[in-house]
């Protein structure tokens, strides 16, 4: 591979590539900075548009990631946010970048400007103007023409969350602030403790401990498997995240989609609280192992509701509902 490759992710121009075994450790512009093994490029060339751009966007939210054979069995179901989440972490990334109130944010490489349609004489936005690579990975987007769409018509147009300056820059609004706020701020008036964990019968009795642990810190536990719904299981995880206090994330069988409801839940402002099974806690992402995980093991059950119960405690705080036990 030659600086002058292409990602395999984004197809973008690479800044930097390099030899290393079996692997190559990438910079891009568009994902960030990365190792991907060779087995694991040949496999994501068969991917989908969306797929792609999912794992564009996580790499660029873990950056010096390893991208081998065996992450692709989660990563290839990363779960696609919805556009208010792709907002959600433009907006997010953008306000922790850009601090400044009224600070004015290149995000277009040329000005964009309204032009005036021969057939329906009605105003319509410029669409072929590019923005940065970077931005499209942060608002995990598939290309430009859905990023414009999301930035024009749903962010600054219909939710007022940023206004365009001069063309190509912009600024986040009053109303934009406030939003972001709330975001950081997450769900104080809650009573539910969220849990992400795997959907199997090896840890069902590790899911009661927790949810006893919950329970004893005064707060209602929450799992979507357990929970009668009529939509689509992925809205409905979202709206459970929103409407929680906290998160518990289990990573015992290192599921893709336990990784990325503590991530939306970090995003939202929620505190997260890290669990793991001694005998998998090896295993898991590196980027993870820098927050303080609660270990437990299959046939110490009792000491696992007993130490999520203090840690939410020493953490949250005493919730106000009582303990069944």
């Known amino acids: 591979m030659t600086p002058r490759s292409t990602c395999k992710i984004?197809?973008?121009?690479?800044?930097?590539?390099?030899?290393?075994?079996?692997?190559?450790?990438?910079?891009?512009?568009?994902?960030?900075?990365?190792?991907?093994?060779?087995?694991?490029?040949?496999?994501?060339?068969?991917?989908?548009?969306?797929?792609?751009?999912?794992?564009?966007?996580?790499?660029r939210e873990n950056q010096g990631s390893k991208i081998f054979e065996k992450e692709l069995n989660w990563l290839n179901h990363l779960p696609t946010p919805t556009v208010g989440e792709k907002a959600d972490k433009l907006l997010l990334w953008l306000s922790h970048n850009y601090p400044k109130a009224g600070m004015e944010i290149q995000v277009f490489?040329?000005?964009?400007?309204?032009?005036?349609?021969?057939?329906?004489?009605?105003?319509?936005?410029?669409?072929?103007?590019?923005?940065?690579?970077?931005f499209l990975a942060r608002s995990w987007t598939q290309d430009t023409e859905e990023f414009l769409y999301l930035f024009l018509e749903y962010a600054a147009k219909e939710k007022r969350y940023v206004e365009i300056i001069n063309g190509s820059f912009c600024r986040i609004t009053p109303t934009g602030w406030f939003y972001i706020d709330s975001l950081r701020q997450g769900n104080p008036?809650?009573?539910?403790?969220?849990?992400?964990?795997?959907?199997?019968?090896?840890?069902?009795?590790a899911w009661k401990a927790i949810d006893r642990g919950i329970g004893n810190a005064g707060y209602e536990a929450l799992r979507i498997d357990q929970k009668q719904h009529n939509n689509k299981i992925d809205d409905e995880i979202v709206a459970g995240i929103r409407r929680s206090k906290f998160l518990v994330a289990d990573f015992t069988g290192h599921r893709g989609g336990v990784y990325f409801e503590a991530g939306m839940a970090m995003g939202l402002g929620l505190p997260v609280i890290w669990l793991c099974r001694h005998d998998h806690l090896k295993e898991i992402h590196f980027d993870t192992r820098q927050y303080n995980f609660i270990v437990w093991d299959a046939?110490?059950?009792?000491?696992?509701?007993?130490?999520?119960?203090?840690?939410?405690?020493?953490?949250?705080?005493?919730?106000?509902?009582?303990?069944?036990?």
């Open 10 to 59: 984004c197809e973008s121009e690479l800044v930097e590539a390099s030899r290393s075994g079996n692997s190559s450790r990438i910079k891009c512009p568009r994902c960030g900075e990365y190792c991907l093994g060779d087995l694991a490029a040949h496999e994501i060339s068969f991917w989908t548009p969306q797929q792609k751009s999912n794992l564009s966007g996580w790499i």
């Open 109 to 134: 490489t040329e000005p964009i400007c309204q032009f005036v349609s021969s057939e329906e004489g009605k105003p319509r936005t410029k669409m072929n103007a590019s923005t940065k690579p970077e």
């Open 189 to 205: 008036q809650s009573q539910i403790g969220f849990i992400a964990m795997w959907f199997n019968t090896e840890v069902n009795d």
């Open 299 to 325: 046939d110490r059950l009792d000491d696992l509701s007993k130490a999520l119960k203090n840690r939410i405690e020493a953490t949250i705080g005493r919730g106000p509902l009582q303990s069944a036990t």
